[in-house]
């Protein structure tokens, strides 16, 4: 039919339009169609409606002519790209508006006069606004899977062309090639997705930009393909089961694939990236393709596991197929979503990281970090397993300016079972995950152990310079209402240590004369808990310990030959306090003691408040002095400072050892105690006793001691 036709410069044109239109039909949108076709790339197109105007001028030397076309699909499918075969396509819309002319790109403006193009059944309107230039537009929403480890669902939008491509083997191969690009969606890249599949284990990504690019060899011979993959994503977090462990946040997500049929060479882009259109900005396809084939995710990682141990720092993550040992000695299929990263910080403690005001406890660098997540390919098996491994050689202990602890290989370590016992038997087949582009970390757990999780390491602590340390140790955070020395409660993060097998010292550790005094201690178990309040307002902390040793000497203690047993070190301390409060409310473990695993076993801090604060030792002794007095009980041991006056008027700066003790048994004379064969002297019983060491820098020391008694008798004189 002849009709005038606006075009996009503002002019109209007499025409003669043929239009042809259909409905349910089958049909082929790509390149090397039909979709029988071997070397057919794009979309097999079912149930389309569609309209095409074929525009020609009938204007005097005039030959220009404009093709608008416009197809509604009711389903759709890929062709020719394997890898996108478990994809779902649906609103499939393709629509072309374009002049045939060289050199002249004025298109039809149907949005001026619209073409109604009967089909069959409804028409359909040709009503491009040709003001937007030449339009060649496919698009749909896809629900995109790729490798079984990246999903991505939204509008996307299609081209197709040839390309030579550059393979990391040196050589080039002629390709069609067909790229999707797309911005703002929503995907999932991990094991067992999307993300609303039972069962799905990774990440969540929101806001993604990607774009992706497949490639076919062109000659018939060829049957190569390949396929490349970026996406960068706003925001992500961590779903699945043995994600309950931690919570995370994840910020600058990319997500990277470069892979080739079979295990040839895949595509390199280093000397020629690849740009690819998503809507007003592009991405650019730049892989190395010495690294081979890639499959992998990275990103900034925020790591909180049971609010003890936080780690940062950016970290990739990669997923496969794997066979597997259980500890029962079985063996599963299935997909492991690994991440692992070095030269990481992380901290264990309460109020961290550790650069926040207030935090307390160990601050750790150069992390190496091991994570793997993992599901049963059979969809029937629920369980689901966490393993997680971090390590580092380099910590500190911050928050706190009375305590000092110095710890050496500082480990996380976790091998769980979302339910039962049946945990990976990393000792039976050790699983190596990369670190780094030259580094890896290997699980080695043994199934053995049964479900763990332990964060510890060597230390050496130093707490209010009284108590020393050393050996291996392990943290524990928890959230605790303390009920304090005043009556008043506070809710508080409790941070604790648990520890057996010590070696320490309670005492003065640097003495005026340059050596210990106080007492060594051998086979040491410790638990300490640090409160802090939960309202980050409140400044105020408190220190609790409680340390029992099998045996113990003293040292720096001159005139004193004694064996210890028993021991107990006992210290409840208050920190900084707001000002004008009363800083000696200390907390009251009477009515509500707080137990703190050490192995098997549990220490339990049990101070009674209205004792105050509280730094001492505690054990059974028995010692002699000046071969003279023989004493045996339980006492306690303190130290301190000590301007002490002499006899000829002088004074001394000294440290001091104080015993003291009541109701003990005691022998005074020769050849005690009172129970040796031969021994004269005095029985002593309900004797109340204190004693004072002091030694001065100079190597003078004294000794005074005073005893009650309550009664006495001759032993040895008939």
């Known amino acids: 039919k002849a009709q005038r036709i606006a075009l996009s410069d503002g002019s109209q044109v007499q025409s003669e339009i043929l239009t042809i239109g259909a409905q349910d039909l089958s049909a082929f949108a790509g390149m090397n169609g039909p979709a029988s076709d071997p070397k057919a790339m794009g979309f097999s197109l079912n149930d389309v409606d569609f309209a095409l105007a074929l525009m020609a001028s009938k204007e005097t030397d005039d030959r220009r002519s404009w093709t608008s076309l416009r197809a509604d699909v009711g389903s759709a499918g890929f062709v020719g790209l394997d890898v996108l075969s478990d994809s779902e396509i649906r609103d499939f819309k393709l629509a072309i508006n374009q002049a045939n002319n060289e050199g002249d790109d004025t298109v039809a403006n149907l949005a001026a006069s619209q073409l109604s193009v009967a089909t069959g059944a409804d028409p359909i309107v040709l009503d491009f606004d040709g003001t937007e230039s030449e339009l060649v537009q496919l698009e749909a929403h896809v629900k995109l899977q790729l490798e079984d480890f990246f999903h991505v669902e939204g509008d996307m939008a299609f081209e197709t062309s040839q390309e030579t491509l550059t393979l990391s083997d040196g050589s080039t191969v002629e390709t069609d090639m067909f790229t999707l690009g797309a911005s703002d969606l929503t995907g999932f890249a991990g094991i067992g997705g999307p993300a609303d599949q039972p069962g799905a284990t990774g990440i969540s990504l929101q806001g993604i930009d990607f774009a992706l690019a497949a490639f076919s060899a062109t000659a018939d011979s060829d049957d190569r393909t390949w396929t490349s993959l970026k996406a960068e994503v706003d925001s992500a977090s961590f779903i699945g089961q043995g994600s309950e462990s931690f919570t995370s946040s994840i910020t600058d997500v990319a997500v990277e694939i ?98 926040q005001p207030g935090a307390i406890g160990v601050s750790l660098s150069e992390v190496d970090f ?4 993992i599901n049963p390919i059979d969809s029937s098996d629920d369980r689901r397993w966490t393993t997680l491994q971090a390590s580092t050689s380099q910590a500190e202990f911050v928050g706190m300016e009375d305590f000092e602890l110095s710890v050496t290989e500082f480990e996380v370590s976790m091998n769980q079972v979302s339910t039962g016992d049946i945990v990976i038997d990393y000792a039976a087949a050790p699983f190596t995950i990369a670190t780094g582009p030259d580094t890896s970390h290997t699980l080695k757990f043994a199934g053995s152990d049964g479900n763990i999780l332990k964060i510890g390491g060597h230390a050496t602590m130093d707490m209010f310079g009284f108590f020393k340390a050393e050996g291996d140790i392990s943290f524990e955070n928890q959230e605790r209402t303390v009920q304090l020395s005043d009556g008043s409660t506070v809710d508080t ?6 520890a057996a097998n010590l070696s320490g010292f309670a005492g003065i550790s640097e003495s005026l004369s340059g050596q210990q005094m106080g007492l060594e201690l051998d086979n040491i178990s410790l638990g300490l808990a640090i409160f802090k309040p939960s309202n980050s307002s409140d400044s105020r902390s408190w220190t609790s310990l409680k340390a029992s040793a099998d045996s113990a000497s003293f040292v720096g203690v001159q005139g004193i030959t004694a064996s210890v047993s028993e021991v107990e070190v006992l210290i409840n301390q208050a920190g900084a306090e707001p000002s004008g409060s009363d800083s000696s409310s200390v907390v009251d473990f ?29 054990g059974n002794v028995q010692f002699e002095l000046e071969d003279f007095f023989h004493v045996e009980g339980n006492m306690f041991v303190e130290t301190s400072k000590e301007t002490l006056t002499l006899s000829d008027g ?8 104080i015993l003291g003790a009541g109701g003990l048994t005691a022998f005074a004379g020769i050849g005690g105690p009172a129970d040796q064969p031969g021994a004269s002297g005095l029985a002593l019983q309900g004797v109340d006793f204190a004693m004072a060491n002091f030694a001065a820098a100079d190597g003078r020391s004294w000794t005074s001691l005073k005893a009650d008694v309550d009664s006495a008798s001759f032993t040895g004189i008939d």
């Not at 993060?493 to 648990?498: K, W």
């Open 590 to 618: 009477a009515s509500s003691p707080l137990e703190i695993a050490v192995g098997e076993e549990a220490i339990s801090l049990d101070f009674d408040g209205a004792d105050g604060e509280l730094v001492q030792v505690q």
């Open 258 to 355: 470069n892979v080739s049929s079979g295990t040839g060479a895949v595509a390199d882009f280093k000397g020629s990236p690849l740009e690819i259109n998503i809507m007003d900005s592009s991405i650019s396809l730049d892989f190395d393709g010495d690294y081979g084939q890639l499959i992998k995710a990275s990103g900034e990682l925020d790591l909180n596991l049971n609010n003890t141990f936080q780690l940062s720092g950016r970290l990739d993550f990669e997923t496969a197929a794997h066979t597997l040992t259980l500890s029962d000695g079985t063996q599963i299929q299935a997909n492991v979503l690994s991440m692992g990263a070095s030269g990481l910080n992380a901290f264990a403690g309460i109020g961290g990281p550790a650069d």
């Open 493 to 498: 993060d409790a941070f604790t240590i648990g």
């Open 370 to 373: 091991a994570m793997a997540l």
């Open 650 to 657: 002088t004074t001394v700066e000294t440290d001091m050892l």
